[in-house]
């Protein structure tokens, strides 16, 4: 547990992010707000310091809230936010998302679940498993609300590098959203045959599949909404986007280390470059992403129900 001076600075910074976000997202339909109101349980997966999941309690207090985080120090914030806030309908629990069916909950139990930004766990996450797993904690007739961004687009070079690394590297270890389609395989094996190098990826390829990987764990009525959040120099969300530029150099540093795609020196002059131009009065950058809502069919069977 960090002290109070670093417990109180991560959750100033996950609050500026939560409020950015409340300001950038395309607003959440009525269907959605609706479903959120006459849940009666709610579970938010990843929910981080608790600044979401506290205020809508605060909003809806006859709703039982519960976070669900995998690191013990953001649960440990996130219950001093609820106990500041007075708010005994929010409660939090560390445990890991891979294997959230573990926790105790009973099955069905949830009226609305939220998942936000997962991406964070792109190195143990099996996404496909995890809207399995929501979807047997969801309760019949309730909802699911799952939101994720891709990778940036910017005019930096280096920033473009570190995600085309970033990629490179999961491909190393098999960890890839989107499996290969049929010509992907074979123009592969046409360019190693020839010699030639593989076109770089910089995208996660998370949000193409999110409506995808819900419909697939039996949700229906399957709908998407997208966002983009102008995050260059000019643009109220710059700073917030530097500020998570460094959570994503502390995470993708130990992993670009255990491949031979980059020397240890190399990464860090990478880095210290694109810090440089991250913070360059011309810089312009994009950020995608998309939520993906589904509910669960009111009339199941019990053999549906635990598939």
């Not at 670093?6 to 950015?20: S, T």
């Not at 976000?21 to 709610?42: D, G, K, M, W, Y």
């Not at 069916?101 to 009973?106: D, K, L, V």
């Not at 131009?277 to 950020?287: M, R, S, W, Y």
């Amino acid at each position: 547990m960090g002290t109070i001076a670093d417990n109180g600075a991560i959750f100033e910074r996950a609050l500026r992010i939560e409020q950015r976000l409340e300001r950038e997202l395309s607003a959440p339909p009525f269907a959605l707000q609706n479903a959120l109101i006459h849940a009666r349980t709610v579970l938010d997966v990843g929910c981080n310091c608790g600044v979401w999941t506290v205020a809508q309690a605060r909003k809806h207090l006859y709703n039982e809230f519960i976070g669900i985080e995998e690191d013990a120090h953001l649960v440990q914030i996130a219950r001093w936010h609820a106990q500041q806030r007075k708010t005994p309908n929010a409660q939090f629990a560390c445990h890991p998302l891979r294997d959230i069916e573990t926790i105790g909950f009973p099955l069905g139990c949830f009226g609305y679940i939220q998942a936000r930004f997962l991406a964070r766990g792109l190195l143990d996450l099996d996404y496909a498993a995890l809207a399995t797993s929501l979807f047997r904690l969801c309760k019949p007739g309730g909802v699911i609300a799952w939101t994720e961004f891709e990778l940036p687009i910017t005019s930096s070079p280096a920033w473009q590098s570190l995600c085309s690394l970033l990629c490179r590297a999961l491909d190393e270890i098999g960890q890839r959203y989107a499996p290969p389609t049929e010509i992907e395989r074979l123009m592969a094996e046409l360019r190693a045959r020839q010699g030639i190098a593989a076109p770089e990826r910089r995208h996660l390829c998370i949000t193409p599949r999110l409506a995808y990987w819900l419909a697939r764990a039996g949700f229906e009525q399957v709908q998407s909404i997208a966002h983009a959040i102008d995050i260059s120099a000019y643009a109220p969300a710059h700073g917030e986007f530097v500020e998570l530029a460094e959570a994503f150099f502390a995470q993708v540093r130990p992993l670009l280390m255990t491949t031979s795609l980059i020397q240890e020196a190399k990464l860090g002059k990478l880095i210290e470059t694109a810090r440089r131009e991250l913070q360059d009065e011309h810089f312009c950058g994009l950020i995608s992403g998309l939520t993906a809502w589904g509910k669960k069919p009111a009339m199941m069977n019990i053999t549906t129900q635990n598939r």
